[in-house]
C-alpha cells in the first residue's frame, strides 16, 4: 500500500510538470497552420498532381515486371535499375551477411567483363555512376546514365546478376573490405542503435540480425554460398526492372526481355518465405553502458504496421506529429510538434527523431534520441507521455499539420530520376503496383484525429516496447517501467490529458 501511494504521489508532481513542458507559452498559436490547411473536412486540391506522367508496367512471360516513369527533362538523363525482393531476411542460418557480400561481389567480374577494372571503365567512359545497397528484405542495383545510354546501362546489370565469376582472390579480398566497412559502421551511432533496436524487437529471428553479418560469417561465406543465394532468390517473379527520366517504355521492355533470360522462373514469392517464417515481436532490449561516451543514444520502439496495413498511413502521419528536431537548429520552441517543445524547454536532449519502418508482416514505429545522462530519466517520462497522448487527445490543428508535413516529406524525396525509379521499384516489390499521388495523398487527408487515436491504441497502449540504448545510460529507466507507461489506467489517462482540455 506504502508503495502505491508513493506512484501515485509521483504522478501528481510529474502530470503538472510535464503539462507546463509540453504547453508552456512558447507554444505555437493554435491557428498558426490554419494559414495552409483547415482541419475543417473538406475536399483537397491535388489537381496539379494529374500532370505528373503515369508509370507504365508490363509483365513478361516470365513474371519479371517492368516499370517505367518517363518526362521530360533538360539534363536527358534516366536512371534505371533491377530490384530484387531478397535481403538479409532471407539468409539461410549461418548465412547471416551474404546477401550484402553478393551486392559488393556482383562488380567483380562477369563472363564478358572478366574484371572489376574493366567494368569501371565501361561505366566511366559513358559517364554514368553505378551502385547498389542492401536492405533487410530487398537488394538494388542501379545505374544513373544519359538517357541515349540506357539499353547499355541495362546490359551491365544483367551482366552483373546473372553472369558474375566470383573469383576466389575477389572473395578473399572482399572480406577485408567488408570487415572494414563493418568498422565504419561502428562509429555510426544511429547504425548501431537501429541494429541493437532490431535484436531487441525481433529476437531469433532474420530480421533481427544484422545486413552486414557477424563478423565469423564475413570470413566464411563462400562461392558456393552466393551462387546458392542467387539461383534461390534472384528469380523473375521477385525482380522488378524500374526506370524513370529520359525512357521510353517499349524500348525498356523490349531490351529486358532480350536480356534477362537466367533469372529462375521459381514462382515462390517473398510472401509465401515470409509466412514459412513469421517475424515475432519480442519486446525485449539491449542495453550497453560506455560511460566515456558524452551523450545516451536511446530508441525507443513498438511493433509498427506492414506495408500493406491500412493502419499504415495514419502512423504516417502519427511519425509526422511526433516530428524531429536537433538542437543545433535552434527552433524547437517554435516548433509544430509538442514533444520537440516540451524537450526543447526542458533543455532535456541534443536531438530526436520519430521513424516508422515497415516490413511485409511487421514494422518498427518509435523515436530515437541523443541525450545528457543526466537528462534521461525526465525525457523518457516525457517520451512515454507524448506516445499515450496520441492515444487520447490530438487537435486537428497538428494533424492538419502532420498531413501537410508528410506531403510535402514524400513529394521532397522523389525529385529526380534515381529517386522516382527508386520509389517505384520498392512499391512495385511492397505493393504490386505504384500508387499514384492523388491516391496517396487521398488516403492521407482522410486521416483526422479519431484515425490518429485509434491507431494509436491499436499498436501503443498496452503493448509491449523494445529498447536499444548505448552510452552513459545508468540514469536510464529499467525496461519494465517503460512497458508501464503503456499500461491503459483510466485514471491516470484522464487525469494526465485532461489538464489541457
Known amino acids: 500500500m506504502a508503495a502505491a501511494a508513493a506512484v501515485r504521489s509521483k504522478r501528481k508532481l510529474l502530470v503538472p510538470y510535464f503539462h507546463r513542458l509540453l504547453h508552456s507559452a512558447a507554444s505555437p498559436s493554435p491557428n498558426r497552420f490554419l494559414r495552409h490547411a483547415s482541419p475543417v473536412p473538406r475536399a483537397a486540391d491535388h489537381s496539379p498532381f494529374f500532370r505528373l506522367p503515369a508509370a507504365r508496367v508490363s509483365t513478361l512471360p516470365t513474371g519479371l515486371r517492368v516499370v517505367t516513369q518517363a518526362y521530360p527533362a533538360a539534363t536527358r538523363m534516366a536512371s534505371v535499375g533491377v530490384w530484387v525482393d531478397a535481403g538479409s531476411r532471407f539468409e539461410l ?83 577485408g573490405v567488408i570487415l572494414r566497412e563493418m568498422e565504419e559502421v561502428q562509429g555510426m551511432m544511429e547504425e548501431v542503435i537501429f541494429d541493437h533496436l532490431h535484436t531487441a524487437a525481433f529476437r531469433d529471428h532474420p530480421l533481427g540480425d544484422t545486413i552486414l553479418g557477424p563478423k565469423e560469417n564475413i570470413q566464411s561465406i563462400s562461392k558456393i554460398d552466393l551462387q546458392q543465394y542467387i539461383s534461390t532468390h534472384y528469380t523473375c517473379p521477385r525482380t522488378v526492372v524500374s526506370a524513370a527520366g529520359d525512357v521510353d517504355h517499349d524500348e525498356v521492355v523490349d531490351k529486358v ?8 522462373t521459381d514462382p515462390t514469392t517473398a510472401d509465401q518465405l515470409v509466412e514459412a517464417n513469421p517475424s515475432v515481436f519480442t519486446g525485449s532490449e539491449v542495453r550497453i553502458e560506455d560511460a566515456e561516451m558524452p551523450l545516451a543514444h536511446l530508441a525507443i520502439a513498438f511493433k509498427g504496421s506492414s506495408w500493406t496495413d491500412p493502419r499504415s498511413i495514419p502512423l504516417m502521419v502519427a511519425q509526422s506529429i511526433l516530428g524531429s528536431w536537433n538542437r543545433s537548429i535552434g527552433v524547437g520552441n517554435c516548433s509544430g510538434s509538442s514533444l520537440a517543445r516540451g524537450i526543447s524547454n526542458g533543455g532535456l536532449a541534443e536531438s530526436l527523431m520519430a521513424f516508422n519502418t515497415n516490413y511485409r508482416d511487421t514494422g ?80 492521407i487527408d482522410a486521416v483526422d484525429c479519431a484515425a490518429i487515436m485509434e491507431t494509436a491504441k491499436d499498436f501503443i497502449v498496452d503493448k509491449d516496447v523494445a529498447l536499444a540504448a548505448v552510452g552513459p545510460v545508468s540514469n536510464l529507466p529499467e525496461l519494465s517501467w517503460f512497458r508501464s507507461q503503456t499500461s491503459s489506467d483510466d485514471k491516470f489517462t484522464a487525469r494526465m490529458f485532461s489538464l489541457g482540455a
Not at 506531403?407 to 521499384?425: F, R
Open 93 to 175: 542460418p549461418g548465412t547471416n551477411g551474404t546477401a550484402h557480400f553478393l551486392e559488393h561481389m556482383a562488380f567483380k567480374g562477369t563472363e564478358r567483363r572478366p574484371t572489376a577494372h574493366a567494368l569501371e571503365v565501361e561505366i566511366e567512359d559513358m559517364g554514368a555512376r553505378l551502385n547498389a545497397y542492401t536492405s533487410r528484405e530487398q537488394t538494388t542495383f542501379f545505374a544513373d546514365v544519359q538517357g541515349c545510354d540506357v539499353p547499355a546501362a541495362l546490359d551491365v546489370l544483367s551482366d552483373i546478376l546473372q553472369h558474375p565469376r566470383f573469383p576466389q582472390q575477389a572473395i578473399q579480398r572482399e572480406r
Open 257 to 264: 526481355r532480350e536480356l534477362f533470360t537466367r533469372f529462375s
Open 364 to 443: 518498427l514505429f518509435g523515436i530515437y534520441t541523443t541525450a545528457p545522462p543526466d537528462a534521461l530519466d525526465e525525457l523518457s517520462r516525457l517520451i512515454m507521455e507524448e506516445f499515450r497522448r496520441l492515444a487520447f487527445r490530438v487537435s486537428e490543428t497538428e494533424v492538419a499539420r502532420a498531413r501537410n508535413q508528410l506531403k510535402s516529406s514524400l513529394l521532397l524525396h522523389i525529385d529526380g530520376s534515381t529517386a522516382v525509379s527508386e520509389n517505384n521499384g520498392r512499391q512495385m516489390l511492397t505493393y504490386g503496383r505504384v500508387m499514384p499521388f492523388l491516391e496517396l495523398f487521398a488516403r
